[in-house]
């Protein structure tokens, strides 16, 4: 599945911290977000630390323009119109 708090969150410049389920890797690689073994405090809260220590060198411009590149509605759009319509 696709969390689409994750999304919401590197639009507007918040760092993500998530467990590895669903298309979270996906999204979350390339140093656009931490990524957690499920059930695992200790991993959680080194990650936590992480984004604390290491705030001011995410590169939310990177994140917000990945973002809009694949998930914006005009690009769900030309996903169906390809699908669809160009054969």
Same mark, same amino acid.
Request: aromatic share 10%; hydrophobic share 35%.
């Given at each position: 599945?696709? =969390?689409?708090?994750?999304?919401? =969150? ?26 957690? *073994? ?15 220590? *290491? ?7 990177? =994140? *917000? ?23």
């Amino acid at each position: 599945g696709l =969390s689409n708090i994750i999304l919401e =969150s590197l639009l507007y410049n918040i760092p993500v911290i998530a467990t590895d389920v669903g298309d979270n890797s996906i999204i979350l690689n390339e140093g656009r977000g931490e990524i957690v *073994q499920s059930n695992n405090p200790i991993k959680l809260a080194k990650a936590i630390e992480k984004v604390c220590d *290491q705030i001011n060198n995410y590169d939310f411009i990177k =994140s *917000q323009d990945y973002i809009k590149s694949y998930f914006s509605p005009e690009y769900n759009k030309k996903l169906h119109d390809d699908l669809f319509y160009n054969k």
